[in-house]
């Protein structure tokens, strides 16, 4: 397992396929969050939205700011037969973001509806932390998968706005069935 200790501030382009984007200006991704000690998924807009890069060697790009992170761990699923890995039952470990390099995710909840799945290069991010709820949520690793899990310092997760309190696939489906 190795330990990325300390990422410094992070702008990351990220690629439209990486995340569900509301296409405009912004990142929309799905949170792990609690209430009533019941987590839950809730899709989070990163504030502030994308900006134009001047940094040499991305000059033009679309660039997000996605926050400082502190010991970084990058997380390698076991690809054993082949079948998906299950973490079970657990709470987050961190107030953290979790990007999948490959392979993906899901993750559902014991006490409460909505899921949400993540492809490679998809993000969540988990807040869920060890008294704030309950049971936790539920994870199904896809076999194989790399992942980096990326503590908020201080346990303060990026800047956001909550944009639904479902999966921001839920969320975006709903959007798109108004719009028929
Ligand atoms: C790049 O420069 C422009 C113009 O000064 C500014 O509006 C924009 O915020 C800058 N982008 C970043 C990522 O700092
Ligand atoms: C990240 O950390 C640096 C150094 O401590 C600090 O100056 C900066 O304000 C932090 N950025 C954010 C977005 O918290
Ligand atoms: C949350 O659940 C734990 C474990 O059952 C319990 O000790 C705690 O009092 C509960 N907290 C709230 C706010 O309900």
Do not use: Y
């Amino acid at each position: 397992m190795c330990l990325l200790s300390s990422l410094s501030f992070l702008a990351l382009s990220v690629a439209i396929s990486a995340a569900a984007t509301d296409g405009e200006d912004s990142l929309l991704v799905n949170a792990i969050v609690s209430r009533d000690n019941i987590s839950f998924a809730e899709c989070w807009k990163v504030e502030p939205g994308f900006q134009i890069s001047n940094v040499t060697g991305t000059v033009g790009d679309q660039v997000l700011a996605l926050g400082n992170m502190s010991n970084a761990l990058l997380i390698i699923i076991p690809e054993g037969d082949g079948t998906p890995n299950d973490g079970g039952l657990h709470n987050g470990a961190h107030a953290q973001w979790v990007f999948a390099l490959t392979g993906g995710a899901t993750v559902d909840f014991p006490e409460h509806p909505g899921r949400f799945s993540i492809g490679a290069g998809g993000i969540f991010i988990s807040t869920d932390i060890i008294g704030t709820s309950r049971l936790g949520h539920h994870t199904l690793w896809d076999a194989g998968s790399h992942f980096i899990q990326a503590p908020f310092p201080d346990g303060v997760p990026v800047g956001h706005t909550v944009v639904a309190e479902t999966s921001c696939d839920e969320f975006l489906a709903m959007a798109g069935k108004e719009e028929e």
